[in-house]
């Protein structure tokens, strides 16, 4: 039976819980690339079994954000300049599918909603970070995508982008956000006109996910990393 709506929703399972939490900071590298998961500081932190917290640190091996090695435990993945590059080809045909069934399936109104997001998003606010701007960039690549009505394909785009959501914030900070909502508006534009193929090109040309650039932005976010953990010591 469907719960009313005055019931209080159950609480969150101590797996979900230290998995998004830990996911979150492997998103954002707070765990750093090749560093070994102390499992005993963890269960203490979040108040946990060691049962519940192996749970939670299969699911982000399984993930592609933690690797185990028998004998040693859990560490943080590196960043891999093919893995990223497949990554990122894999979502830029992934898009470009998606763009083909959104002029196929979107109503007006669901493009207008995106549009009203556009106007949001590209409003210049001083007081986000680089870190906001590039969850606004993917609100609306998973915005576009969810007008496809595929819903497994949308989890798939949503599962990348979180594995390549550092590398994105990288090129972030190098300044790219003014030509990058300029080409949004143009891709929406071109689903709005039920024009598949220049939907097409343009994601094509808008995910740029050249090998050279992966190289010179995980070199740099590697900086980034390790100036930080400079900086907090």
């Known amino acids: 039976m469907a719960p009313r709506g005055d019931e209080t929703p159950p609480p969150q399972s101590s797996v979900e819980r230290v998995y998004e939490e830990l996911r979150e900071q492997a ?16 269960s203490k932190r979040f108040g946990v079994s060691r049962t519940p917290l192996r749970e939670a640190l299969n699911r982000l091996v399984a993930d592609g954000f933690l690797t185990f090695t028998a004998g040693k435990g859990f560490f ?16 830029q045909r992934l898009e470009m599918m998606l763009a083909e069934l959104a002029v196929e399936r979107a ?12 106007e949001i998003s590209r409003r210049e606010d001083p007081t986000r970070s680089v870190y906001d701007l590039v969850r606004l960039d993917e609100g609306f ?6 007008l496809s009505g595929n819903v497994e394909m949308l989890n798939v785009l949503k599962d990348i982008n979180a594995r390549i959501r550092f590398v994105r914030w990288v090129n972030m900070e ?6 990058t909502q300029g080409e949004h508006l143009e891709i929406l534009e071109a689903v709005a006109a039920g024009d598949a193929g220049r939907a097409r090109d343009l994601l094509q040309t808008h995910i740029d996910g050249r090998l050279e650039q992966i190289t010179e932005a995980i070199r740099d ?9 400079s900086g907090q010591g």
Do not use: C, Q
């Not at 998103?27 to 102390?38: A, E, K, T, V």
């Not at 190098?174 to 030509?179: E, Q």
């Open 107 to 118: 109503s007006p109104e669901a493009i207008e909603e995106i549009r009203g997001f556009l």
């Open 141 to 146: 690549h998973e915005r576009l995508a969810a």
């Open 174 to 179: 190098r300044g790219r956000r003014t030509r």
């Open 76 to 91: 943080r993945r590196n960043l891999e300049v093919k893995e990223v590059f497949d990554l990122y080809e894999m979502r």
């Open 27 to 42: 998103i954002r590298f707070d765990l750093l690339p090749g560093d070994r998961i102390n499992e005993v500081e963890l």
């Open 221 to 229: 976010g590697y900086a980034m990393i390790y100036m930080r953990r």
